[in-house]
């Protein structure tokens, strides 16, 4: 499969950048104003908040999701976290869902697939533009991982233990995620049944045959 590759569109992105760099000069102004005896105080809050915001700034316009065979790299606007895409269940609606170490259901939020806050939202194009980016995310993570999901079943008897485990994990995890947004895949006709129970059952049963 080709990687795939998605970033806010630059409209919002440019905005929300810009936005970091100036707020920041609001509340040094405000210390100003109190009295002059917080001059001092003002500047180095000025300068600490300043340089806050252009770190935060930076990181609003290299934001991004980045997806192969791999791992899944999430640069969002304060972290940036590396996902084995063995471990992702799913997407819906800008958030990543995957699996931990200990098997816990996580969620990350994808900055590049945020739609533009405004105080009105209203569908324009910037919306369209991020609803497209969402819909090629869900087509690229159910190509790379849902289609697998029976291909990982039948492929567990060639794993090791500690692989065995990690399965097993990754499968109830999943099986957590299409619970929580069975609702919402209803309402799409041509969304896919639940599939993540044909791997928890095939790890379970290999598990058994090993013990």
């Known amino acids: 499969m080709e990687p795939l590759y998605l ?15 100036l707020l920041p000069g609001i509340a040094p102004a405000a210390v100003l104003v109190a009295g002059p ?17 252009v770190t935060l700034a930076l990181r609003m316009e290299r934001a991004h999701l980045f997806a192969d065979e791999e791992a899944i790299l999430l640069r969002n606007t304060l972290r940036t976290r590396r996902i084995a895409l063995a471990d992702v269940v799913g997407v819906e609606l800008g958030t990543l869902y995957w ?8 969620a990350s939020r994808v900055t590049a697939l945020n739609h533009p806050i405004r105080r009105f939202p209203t569908m324009g194009l910037e919306y369209q533009l991020t609803n497209h980016q969402q819909d090629q995310a869900r087509t690229w993570f159910e190509q790379a991982v849902g ?7 039948r492929q567990v008897t060639t794993l090791d233990d500690a692989a065995l485990a990690r399965e097993a994990r990754v499968a109830a995890a999943g099986e957590r995620w299409e619970a929580r947004h069975q609702a919402r895949r209803q309402a799409r006709p041509k969304a896919r049944r639940p599939r993540w129970a044909v791997l ?4 379970e049963r290999e598990v058994a045959a090993r013990g």
């Open 7 to 21: 970033q806010q569109s630059p409209g919002p992105r440019h905005g929300a950048a810009l936005s970091a760099v």
């Open 37 to 53: 005896d917080s001059v001092l105080v003002a500047v180095i809050g000025g300068v600490c908040t300043l340089a806050a915001g």
């Open 99 to 106: 699996c931990g170490p200990r098997g816990r259901l996580r």
């Open 147 to 153: 289609a697998r999901i029976k291909r990982r079943a």
């Open 200 to 203: 928890r059952a095939a790890a």
